[in-house]
């Protein structure tokens, strides 16, 4: 059974840095491609960032330079690094896999809360 569990959320300062986990188990390790999404109430989901199983990294605009998307040498975790974190950060983040035209797989999410 293919999951997907986040972790690593919580409370950060402004300017400060957090980072997120996500462990895969199933036998996703082997998608084409994985990612982070967030949603802040009353907004739609927004792609991060993406990370193909070839090495190629998309981000956001919103997270270019402050944002870091990785993975584990056996594949299985991958890692969000948030820096310079701002108040418009704060969000669930989900964790996310796909063949790269549709993300097949979620995880249930990790709040992201960002304090003054």
């Known amino acids: 059974q293919v999951q997907l569990v986040e972790s690593g959320g919580g409370l950060v300062q402004a300017g400060g840095s957090l980072r997120l986990s996500c462990r895969t188990s199933g036998g996703i390790f082997s998608s084409d491609v994985m990612g982070w999404f967030r949603q802040a109430p009353g907004m739609q989901r927004e792609l991060v960032t993406t990370l193909t199983s070839r090495g190629y990294i998309y981000y956001a605009d919103s997270v270019k330079g402050r944002f870091a998307i990785s993975r584990d040498n056996d594949g299985k975790t991958l890692y969000l690094q948030m820096n310079s974190v701002k108040f418009e950060d704060a969000a669930v983040y989900y964790c996310?896999?796909?063949?790269?035209?549709?993300?097949?797989?979620w995880g249930r999410g990790t709040q992201v809360t960002v304090s003054s």
């Open positions: 996310a896999a796909g063949s790269g035209d549709t993300w097949d797989y």
